[in-house]
């Protein structure tokens, strides 16, 4: 009897060890190309650093690492986000994504944002983000502007009206008594916008103003503190703490991505962003470029969630 319950088991163990060698082994990730999703077009602050995050993800790698641009019109980021959420859960498909995607998406009407799916892998950057006007324009002050709109007509451009920027920007409009007459979303809001006319106020980054910054006056910044590159510009919480929140973008993936695929692209990313290159974009273009990690970013997205509530309501 033993020696049958001895063979048995000499059996099953030879079985076992056929059925491993047979058996393909799992691959570690990453073993194929990594996309990280920007839904906005390139250009801008996200899309730079997210490029340097992606360029340092395939050093470390050694896969092809791209960013892929997918800007949603007067959609803002969630057709871009939408598609990172319906894709699978392994770390393949990484979203860049601005403070909306949480604190908005889930109320657009976009089933694959509802409930919000994502969690942050981390937050990398604050945007100096700015409202903006021709110098030429016969305002210099968000006051100057108030008192011009009661007698003129006025278009906002900005990058859609669901956004928190934009929702900043038309509860400070109430707070001050500026009456736009008009307002509309471009994909690309710079010194083209203004020159041509297309807008005559704009809500944007202060990077996609840089060229032209000679000849644009920066009314106000949507930061929390005054941005040196444009240092005499106020905060809108300086012209009204209620309104006073900053913008940011991590990296966010889908709730049920392995802890230790997230672990892979948190390193990269920390290493691309105490490069000397994001150093030095941090301090030509005024804008915050830093990791903060993703139980840091949970607590941050809930206490911006409670500002961005304020703000929305305060709009209406």
Known sequence: MRAIRSLISAVLIGLATILAALSPAMAEYPEKPVS???????????????????????????????????????????????????????????????????????????????????????????????????????????????????????????????????????????????????????????CNTLASGDADVINTTLQLILPCLDKVNVLATVTEDRIPLVPDSPTVGELEPSLNIALWNGLFVHKDTPADVREKIAAAAQKALASDAAKKLAEETGAGVYWKGAEEAAAQIESDRVVAESIAKFAE
């Not at 340097?52 to 803002?76: L, R, W």
């Not at 942050?120 to 968000?142: D, E, H, R, W």
């Not at 928190?164 to 409009?173: F, H, R």
């Open 36 to 190: 990280f999703v920007v839904p906005f077009p390139p250009g801008d602050l996200e899309d730079v650093l997210t490029r340097m995050i992606a360029e340092e993800f395939q050093d470390m790698y050694g896969v092809p690492a791209a960013v892929v641009n997918k800007p949603g019109g007067g959609g803002g980021p969630f057709p871009g986000a939408a598609e990172v959420a319906q894709a699978p859960a392994d770390g393949y498909t990484i979203g860049s994504f601005v403070v909306d995607v949480p604190l908005v998406g889930p109320y657009v009407g976009i089933p694959a944002l509802n409930p919000d799916p994502f969690e942050p892998v981390g937050i990398f950057l604050t945007y100096p983000f700015v409202i903006a006007a021709s110098k030429a324009a016969p305002y210099q002050s968000m006051e100057e502007l108030a008192e011009f709109s009661k007698s003129n007509n006025l278009l906002l451009g900005h990058f859609g009206s669901f956004l928190v920027p934009t929702q900043v920007t038309m509860a400070l409009a109430e707070k001050n008594g500026t009456l736009y007459y008009s307002n509309a979303s471009f994909d690309a809001l710079d």
